[in-house]
């Protein structure tokens, strides 16, 4: 054994080396393929073929032939194999394609129907011959293949997933989404799987209308088969990834009354609708919910947080009209009456709190209102937490400074690792860009640019980019700090002030990188004011004279939506919607302003 033991090593020693110089080869071989060097590539490929009679080689040397045009030797070596190998019909789609080169395009058709025409009533011959017709982008034969398939095998449920993609390729959009809706009828377990490709279809439709053709399917199956949820849940799905949820309500909504639901269904869409800031379409809803009575298993949930969307929506306008602002008071406090101050609905007291502090100006009320919240017995301790961080929002409020830092930094150390913790750190490092303290304040939004929480994350990142920039050229800071001091005015609801304190930034550094800003935060503090012209005025200057900046495309979109919701000047809004979507494509505000310029068109949406 001994004897034979140097001649066992040396045999190991050259399958090493063989196996590492084919793999030197593959990809010496692969890069002169990749550049289009065929001559130097097939040289290569056919070596490695004959050496190993891999298929895999087999493949590129045959292109390598076909893209040399030497037809003649593609045609041999494909015959060759066809001999070998007659049960495999991907050959005859070879030799048709180089018919197809060659210009002879009878003799490829042939070779195609010739493949089709053999196929045996085996799934996966058809799924082989189907695929090779696709690598060579025959799509018409390869959904000839799946359906002569579905023949043989006398199975109509095969290859739906296949054809239908098959089908995208050929823009046949009727018959593609045919599929999938089959697929759907099939099982709905499929649900998943069909948005997922539909999705991916509407994502590379180039003509901008699969959606509507798409929508038009799925309601002539929802008309065929009244009572067969599924479509119309696909159809929910469709009018979400549009943001037409008064549409996905109505579909909700006729779902819930058919199975005798409990609004479930309807409450999350509402959920999902207010989180998109649709929050017309999520009172809807909710309010559809608390019409099903008390004794609804939801009925608590809908009333809760159909005042919690109106909260939103009236943080959301910034010129809110009083009188709304107290009935949403009143209507906080009639439900604090209606279900008691217990652990459940103490998290209300903070809204009413906010809306009293910030729209009522009553902060010595607001404080004593959370102060008792606080207070009560079993209170969830993140619900505790942001009940602290508003009291110390309404402390800086009233210019308690040191009061509102010692509030954030308890928040903070008790939630050290989660994002309430982050959110208190983040209001902290606000406070000292409120009192200048920039070197600190920026040191602690570069820690929260890492944050779990994407919208605290976009705020640090946001803050400390506004900070970086206008220290680095501007060492004394001193325009920063006129700004910084405008922007707590302005929190602070002393609007007067903070325009004054604008202007002098402005008149003592006119060239400043803040001036963009600048006009910004006093078009927004115009508006809250109702005082319209003035906010236009300032849109104005950003969108003629800094139209480059960060700013930029904000400046125009709000310029926009004063035109068409506060001017009732369609006209004027539809050219600026059109001026924004040829400058600023990238905009987070296209898919936005795309609608608004299609329903001033008059476009059918």
Known sequence: ???????????????????????????????????????????????????????????????????????????KLIRQQMKKHPDELAFNIDMGYIFKRMGKEDEAKKSYENAIEDLPA????????????????????????????????????????????????????????????????????????????????????????????????????????????????????????????????????????????????????????????????????????????????????????????????????PDAPVDSIIQLEKDYESAVAEFGKNAQMVSVNREIAHIKAFYLNQPDEAVSLLNEAIKVQGVNSFVLADLKLELADIELLSGNIWEAALIYGQVEKSNENNPTGHEAKFRKARLAYYAGDFKWAQAQLDVLKASTSKLIANDACELSLLISDNTEMDTSEAALCLYARADLLSYQNKDSLAILTLDSMLKMYPAHSLTDEAYFKKANIFYKLKKYEDARDCYQVIAEHYNFDILGDDALYQLALLYEKRFNDSQKAMELYKEFLTNYPGSIYVVDVRKKYRQLRGDEI
């Open 1 to 75: 054994m001994i004897k034979y033991f140097p001649i066992f090593i040396l045999l190991i020693f050259s399958v090493t080396v063989c196996s590492q110089l084919n793999i030197t080869d593959t990809k010496l071989a692969y890069e002169y393929y990749r550049t289009k060097e065929y001559d130097k590539a097939i040289i290569i490929y056919k070596n490695l073929y004959e050496s190993s009679n891999s298929r895999s080689y087999l493949v590129f040397y045959l292109n390598c032939l076909i893209e040399l045009q030497e037809f003649d030797n593609a045609t």
């Open 122 to 317: 085996n799934e996966n011959q058809v799924q082989l011959v189907a695929m090779a017709f696709r690598e060579k982008y025959e799509n018409e034969y390869a959904e000839k293949t799946y359906l002569k398939g579905r023949e043989l095998l006398r199975n109509k449920k095969c290859f739906r997933n296949d054809l239908a993609n098959v089908y995208m390729l050929e823009r046949k959009y009727d018959e593609m989404i045919g599929e999938y809706l089959d697929m759907l009828e099939d099982n709905e377990v499929n649900m998943v799987n069909v948005q997922s490709r539909l999705q991916s279809a509407m994502f590379m439709d180039i003509d901008d209308n699969l959606q509507t053709i798409i929508k038009q399917g799925i309601l002539r199956r929802i008309q065929q088969n009244p009572d067969k949820s599924s479509f119309n849940e696909l159809l929910i799905w469709l009018y979400i990834q549009e943001k037409e949820f008064d549409q996905a309500f109505i579909q909700a909504k006729a779902i819930d009354k058919r199975n005798n639901e409990v609004g479930q269904r309807v409450i999350s869409l509402a959920r999902l609708a207010a989180s998109n800031e649709y929050y017309q379409d999520a009172l809807a809803m909710y309010r559809y919910v608390i019409s099903k009575g008390r004794n609804s298993e939801n009925y608590f949930n809908a009333r809760r947080e159909y005042l919690g969307t109106q909260f939103k929506q009236l943080l959301s306008e």
